[in-house]
């Protein structure tokens, strides 16, 4: 039963900061939905230039301390070492920290040079200089979850992001009612950053012993072993940020804030589905590879299942959201913002390669210290944005569908390369035919969205109908092209029984699932349709 174990250590810490994730993304869903409807497209596109630069040099922040910290704590803590971890961590927040004030003055002071000559909006400068106190607030938040994480306070870092996002919908709502507008959206995000950062130190803090273990190791020496440690996974991160801020500031280039706001508004759901859900099992998986590593676990197994498993999510997500373009942005943003529909089917398209463990990747190199394999995928993934998103956008005439295209390209590169280094250095387990089954069921259940939509034409009718349709094709489907097999579901069920609220709705879906698999002409009750290897 060792696999057994090795998924529920590993689903475990997962589903617990997926519970915080799916509260918060709830909110940040209904923040966002507000707020876009709220400042209609011109307001939404000038938000989305506001936040590039912050964003972009928020990568410089550390220079990749953040992985280091939560690697080591979590591996020093495996083998029994709290004061080292702890000592480590003191020592990277304190870098962490000054490198965030010395970037945010470099915004501040480089505001209108950026505005006025790369995004070619001068009447966005005094905006721009507001937008550079997001990276303070960030590098605070960032780094006290970084380090929460490494001590496995899955807890806590779960209630911060559910804070952040409730202090963010109230005062961006209230702010931009009052008048404010864009700024207001600003200050929202900033507030919630900066009070649930604070909270959420404060909790780091009394984690912390007041006395640091007694070692020569200087400042000096612990900075200088989790930058060699971090600064593969920086360079690899590094690339994929500019990356995607490059296309921003070409898509600053090419449409007016309009353009921009149908572009970002389709590239919310996206946001919603990768960065709020699908991150939440990624992120709690890193410490778990570390862990594994330190006790010499099967990281190769935990690898396979993490990839099986968070394909269950990925597949239907975006099928979904390709399926229901239409009746999703017409009822959830308006009628102003229909034209973000076709945006959003082409990214759905764009994004499908996550359910080849694109989003496990990252976590996986960074958790067993094959951080230069992670660097080589996201730079090829850069590169290819960097090459092809001007050449479709503007020299070939595509336009914003160009850099859409652009964007599929850098994950169908990113993500067979990331299997193929994953296999062959670290010899990780991937279930390719239960991944093949899943993205099948869930092509099926859109087919069937597709031919729902040829007879029903009311948005609110046609995507109540949707989701009904789609969620009963693909839980249907999933058994029987195989995607899910009993030692699945057993492995699914120890890891989430026990969660609350959260069980409660999905443990009803394995049940499902379980009565569906009888119904099969032949079903092996007692072999797994990929086999375990041996622990021996």
Not at 69 to 91: C, D
């Amino acid at each position: 039963m060792a696999d057994i174990e090795v998924a529920r250590r590993s689903a475990s810490g997962s589903f617990i900061l997926f519970a915080g994730n799916i509260i918060s993304a709830a909110i940040l869903t209904v923040t966002v939905i507000v707020v876009t409807r709220l400042l209609g497209p011109a307001g939404t596109g000038a938000y989305t230039l506001l936040l590039v630069f912050p964003n972009l040099l928020q990568s410089f922040v550390g220079l990749g301390i953040n992985t280091g910290i939560t690697r080591y704590a979590a591996l020093h803590l495996s083998k029994g070492e709290p004061e080292v971890a702890r000592r480590l961590t003191f020592h990277g927040l304190i870098f962490i920290f000054v490198s965030g004030i010395f970037l945010f003055f470099v915004a501040l002071g480089g505001s209108s040079y950026l505005s006025s000559f790369v995004l070619h909006r001068p009447d966005l400068t005094g905006l721009s200089e507001v937008a550079s106190s997001l990276i303070l607030v960030q590098t605070l938040f960032q780094s006290v979850n970084a380090a929460l994480l490494g001590f496995g306070a899955m807890r806590p870092i779960g209630l911060s992001t559910i804070a952040q996002a409730a202090l963010k919908l109230v005062f961006s709502i209230s702010l931009i009612l009052i008048g404010l507008g864009v700024l207001g959206a600003l200050l929202g995000q900033i507030v919630g950053l900066l009070v649930a950062g604070a909270v959420t130190g404060g909790v780091l803090y009394l984690r912390m012993p007041k006395r640091l273990a007694t070692s020569r190791r200087t400042f000096g020496n612990d900075i200088h072993e989790m930058l060699r440690y971090g600064v593969p996974v920086y360079i690899g991160g590094l690339a994929i940020t500019v990356a995607a801020q490059y296309v921003t500031i070409v898509l600053s280039a090419i449409a007016n804030n309009v353009s921009v706001g149908y572009y970002q508004a389709a590239m919310y759901f996206i946001i919603v589905i990768n960065n709020h859900f699908i991150s939440a099992i990624a992120t709690a998986l890193f410490p778990a590879f570390a862990a594994l590593q330190g006790v010499k676990g099967d990281t190769r197994l935990a690898f396979g299942y993490s990839v099986q498993y968070m394909g269950y999510f990925i597949a239907p997500s975006l099928t979904f959201a390709l399926g229901a373009a239409g009746p999703l942005t017409r009822v959830l943003l308006g009628a102003a913002f229909v034209p973000s529909s076709a945006y959003l089917v082409l990214l759905c398209v764009a994004y499908l390669p996550l359910m080849m463990g694109l989003s496990a990747q990252t976590p996986f190199f960074n958790g067993v210290g094959l951080t230069r394999e992670l660097m080589y995928v996201n730079i090829a993934g850069a590169a290819a944005i960097f090459v092809l998103a001007p050449l479709l956008s503007t020299v070939m005439g595509f336009g914003i569908p160009g850099l859409i295209y652009a964007l599929l390209a850098s994950n169908l590169l990113m993500a067979p390369l990331g299997l193929a280094l994953a296999i062959r250095r670290a010899r990780a387990i991937v279930f390719f035919k239960p991944m093949l089954s899943t993205l099948g069921s869930a092509l099926l259940a859109l087919i069937a969205v597709l031919a729902v939509q040829l007879f029903v034409a009311e948005p609110f009718e046609a995507l109540g109908v949707d989701i009904v349709v789609y969620l009963s094709v693909y839980l249907t489907a999933m058994p029987f092209l195989g995607g899910v097999g009993v030692p699945d579901l057993e492995r699914l069920d120890a890891a989430i029984s026990g969660l609350g609220f959260f069980s409660k709705v999905i443990l009803p879906i394995l049940k499902f699932e379980r009565r569906l698999l009888k119904r099969k002409v032949r079903v092996p009750n007692t072999t797994s349709s990929h086999p375990a290897p041996s622990n021996e």
